[in-house]
């Protein structure tokens, strides 16, 4: 394997670093509540799937990488639908979704980086 192309970059180290974030947020939030443990096992699973070394998965980069931006989506929309929104009580629930819509653009980005 070469080294050049085994190094993350900037922007692949901030989807690693802002899905860990989010998926850490999840499991907190109304723990033992099977929603957010579903959600937050969902953004590891997508995290694994987008840079771990797994054939199906790398086959299907574009992919997996349209499938994690649809599930962060998803998310906020969720949020927007029956989040709490309230202030300050539900600031988490803002800060959470300023994470998510960087991950979509990071992702977003990464993309465009490698299609090229």
Do not use: C
């Not at 085994?6 to 998926?23: D, N, P």
Request: aromatic share 10%; charged share 10%; net charge positive.
């Amino acid at each position: 394997m070469n080294t050049e192309s085994s190094r993350l970059s900037a922007v692949q180290i901030g989807i690693i670093i802002l899905t860990l974030a989010t998926a850490l947020i999840h499991f907190s939030l109304l723990f033992p509540d099977v929603l957010f443990i579903l959600n937050g096992l969902g953004y590891l699973s997508l995290l694994a799937a987008y840079f771990l070394p797994i054939e199906l998965a790398r086959k299907n980069h574009n992919l997996v990488r349209w499938l994690f931006i649809i599930f962060t989506a998803v998310t906020i929309l969720g949020w927007v639908a029956i989040g709490d929104k309230s202030w300050p009580g539900g600031a988490l629930g803002y800060v959470t979704k300023l994470i998510e819509v960087a991950l979509i653009v990071m992702l977003v980005v990464d993309g465009r980086r490698s299609n090229s």
